[in-house]
């Protein structure tokens, strides 16, 4: 068993470097996240309170001094491989946020035929390894009463997708889709404020199956891969009662999400 151990740290030192290397230590921020895989669905995790409250600020303010959204007609900023630095960073953040939860959870690793098993690591080491993690970004801005309709997010994305969820706290809710039926994100903002509805495949497709609720607070980061990312869709309908929880309706304030993905090698050429 000390032999697979020693070979599993070594493995995961290739991949995420040395974590108690001097330089590391020197630029240690101290964390107080956590990670939770969410049990129903597969390739869900969430990691709670990833940013701080003065990252949170930081991070709104350089999204802000992008001027995006300068005009309230505009909701919506999508970049594509040159990411703005602070989108590289929170990138770096997230890699760093995994590897730790890995060599933290090494013995996890290990199963019963002592052979690596990653299903237990909110991404892969596969979807750790590739270089850049991220080329492609979305950044939504949603006031009270926008939210965006179930939707699996398109195949030119990777697995392995990122959000993070800032300013006004929601519940995403997720449905497993029926076989053979795909909805892929298309026009997917709707507003309840301006009386828009689901998209118009939604209720035929997972009008029967159960939601699994999924609540986000300012600073919190969701990972989806594997079935999550490919067989479940996800939705935030901001019609109060769709924004409960725990019998409590949730205040609804302005929200801005951050959306991090990697095109696949077909769509870099096309963007090229
Ligand atoms: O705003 C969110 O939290 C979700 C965004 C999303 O699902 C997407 O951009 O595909
Ligand atoms: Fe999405």
Same mark, same amino acid.
């Given at each position: 068993?000390?032999?697979?151990?020693?070979?599993?740290?070594?493995?995961?030192?290739?991949?995420?470097?040395?974590?108690?290397? /001097?330089?590391?230590?020197?630029?240690?921020?101290?964390?107080?996240?956590?990670?939770?895989?969410?049990?129903? %669905?597969?390739?869900?995790?969430?990691?709670?309170?990833?940013?701080?409250?003065?990252?949170?600020?930081?991070?709104?303010?350089?999204?802000?001094?992008?001027?995006?959204?300068?005009?309230?007609?505009?909701?919506?900023?999508?970049?594509?491989?040159?990411?703005?630095?602070?989108?590289?960073?929170?990138?770096?953040?997230?890699?760093?946020?995994?590897?730790?939860?890995?060599?933290?959870?090494?013995?996890?690793?290990?199963?019963? /035929?002592?052979?690596?098993?990653?299903?237990?690591?909110?991404?892969?080491?596969?979807?750790?390894?590739?270089?850049?993690?991220?080329?492609?970004?979305?950044?939504?801005?949603?006031?009270?009463?926008?939210?965006?309709?179930?939707?699996?997010?398109?195949?030119?994305?990777?697995?392995?997708?990122?959000?993070?969820?800032?300013?006004?706290?929601?519940?995403?809710?997720?449905?497993?889709?029926?076989?053979?039926?795909?909805?892929?994100?298309?026009?997917?903002?709707?507003?309840?404020?301006?009386?828009?509805?689901?998209?118009?495949?939604?209720?035929?497709?997972?009008?029967?199956?159960?939601?699994?609720?999924?609540?986000?607070?300012?600073?919190?980061?969701?990972?989806?891969?594997?079935?999550?990312?490919?067989?479940?869709?996800?939705? %935030?309908?901001?019609?109060?009662?769709?924004?409960?929880? /725990?019998?409590?309706?949730?205040?609804?304030?302005?929200?801005?999400?951050?959306?991090?993905?990697?095109?696949? %090698?077909?769509?870099?050429?096309?963007?090229?």
């Amino acid at each position: 068993m000390e032999r697979e151990r020693k070979d599993l740290q070594e493995a995961l030192t290739a991949v995420f470097g040395e974590s108690d290397s /001097e330089s590391d230590t020197e630029t240690e921020v101290p964390c107080n996240y956590s990670w939770k895989a969410v049990k129903e %669905i597969p390739g869900l995790w969430l990691c709670k309170g990833f940013l701080s409250a003065q990252q949170q600020e930081e991070l709104v303010s350089a999204i802000d001094s992008e001027g995006w959204f300068i005009d309230s007609k505009h909701n919506q900023a999508m970049r594509f491989k040159d990411l703005p630095d602070w989108a590289f960073e929170l990138s770096q953040f997230i890699h760093d946020a995994v590897s730790s939860y890995a060599l933290a959870n090494d013995s996890l690793y290990l199963s019963a /035929e002592s052979k690596i098993s990653m299903s237990d690591m909110p991404f892969n080491l596969n979807l750790l390894q590739r270089v850049p993690l991220f080329d492609q970004m979305i950044v939504n801005r949603y006031q009270p009463g926008e939210g965006i309709c179930a939707h699996v997010d398109l195949l030119r994305f990777e697995d392995g997708i990122a959000i993070l969820s800032l300013e006004s706290t929601c519940v995403m809710h997720f449905t497993q889709c029926m076989p053979n039926v795909s909805i892929l994100e298309s026009e997917l903002r709707y507003n309840h404020q301006a009386g828009h509805t689901f998209a118009a495949n939604q209720k035929q497709s997972c009008g029967q199956q159960e939601k699994v609720p999924v609540l986000l607070e300012p600073g919190d980061l969701v990972l989806l891969s594997g079935e999550a990312r490919y067989k479940w869709t996800h939705e %935030i309908n901001r019609s109060e009662a769709c924004q409960t929880w /725990e019998g409590e309706l949730i205040c609804q304030m302005r929200r801005t999400s951050v959306t991090l993905r990697k095109l696949t %090698i077909s769509e870099e050429v096309h963007t090229s």
